[in-house]
């Protein structure tokens, strides 16, 4: 079982950015399908952004698409989201999971109920 640790939050004004970090423990991490989601206050955690084992495929979902990178370093063991031009309807807390679906699989899911592995999450908060 992979552990996943989130930090890079913050309160940052609109338009501003941040990058937030994902370090994964065990040495399994790079063989996997990974992805971000966000919980704003009172509504349902969400899909944000998801990237495969390999870093080939990428998917977002379109309201950060062209803002928001995804991508992972193997290396650090770490997946990243750099956050651009962001806005207040981004405020949210922001956790990043594993898909133990997309095993060595340029599989890249939306679907949370297929991701394990949770990280406790980071908090974005951006003021207007």
């Known amino acids: 079982q992979v552990q996943l640790v989130e930090s890079g939050g913050g309160l940052v004004q609109a338009g501003g950015s941040l990058r937030l970090s994902c370090a994964a423990s065990?040495?399994?991490?790079?063989?996997?399908?990974m992805g971000w989601f966000r919980q704003a206050p009172g509504k349902e955690r969400d899909f944000v952004a998801a990237?495969?084992?390999?870093?080939?495929?990428?998917y977002y979902v379109d309201s950060v698409k062209g803002r928001f990178t995804i991508s992972r370093d193997v290396v650090k063991n770490t997946m990243y989201l750099q956050m651009n031009t962001l806005k207040p309807e981004d405020t949210a807390a922001y956790y990043c999971?594993?898909?133990?679906?997309?095993?060595?699989?340029?599989?890249?899911?939306?679907?949370?109920?297929?991701?394990?592995?949770w990280g406790q999450g980071t908090q974005v908060t951006v003021s207007s």
């Open positions: 999971a594993r898909d133990p679906r997309a095993y060595l699989s340029d599989r890249v899911s939306r679907a949370q109920d297929e991701y394990d592995s």
């Open positions: 990237i495969s084992w390999s870093g080939s495929r990428t």
């Open positions: 065990g040495r399994t991490f790079s063989n996997y399908g």
